[in-house]
């Protein structure tokens, strides 16, 4: 079955600086692949997604690339700010069939101000 | 705001016990998943349900199982309830495009 991992564990950056996060997944049949923000004691929260047939997404200070061929996907944010603190999950996904999302280990993320 | 609602949000039980958890959908779509998530891990798929049948299931033992209703609200049900069952478990609705899944907020388990 498909496996997520997700680096690093934990991310401290400056306020103003990037902040990268990096997946990898294991089954090349998978072709979606969202980012979920998850604050303390909520719910995760979909932030960006993209699909295999696109290379790179952005949406605003957001912005997403995927490469297939190394089956690796990122998620990077620009411009961090105070309220991007929180645990950032990468997940994988086939869109046919049972809609069964992978997650990686998730990422904290602190920005510092 | 996803317009997905769980409850309870937090509950204790103690080993043996068996639990329900509800979740509904402002929007309600014929299809919604669990998912349990464990304290510093991300969510596991746990099943989905379909028009009322489930169609697909992730390594969980059968003592997990669930309900869709005709208006698409959603129940698990947990018998037998271990310490390991302790976690935050999430319900999700399908969105628009292809992939999405809307979660809830979580209702959170604790098993003494």
Partial sequence: GENVEQHPSTLSVQEGDSAVIKCTYSDSASN????YKQELGKGPQLIIDIRSNVGEKKDQRIAVTLNKTAKHFSLHITETQPEDSAVYFCAASKTQGAQKLVFGQGTRLTINP | ETGVTQSPTHLIKTRGQQVTLRCSSQSGHNTVSWYQQALGQGPQFI?????????GRGNFPPRFSG???PNYSSELNVNALELDDSALYLCAQRGTAPGELFFGEGSRLTVL
Avoid: A, I, K, M
């Fill in chain 1, 32 to 35: 979606y692949f969202p980012w």
């Fill in chain 2, 47 to 55: 099943f989905q349900y379909y028009r009322e049948e489930e169609n």
């Fill in chain 2, 67 to 69: 309900l869709q209703f």
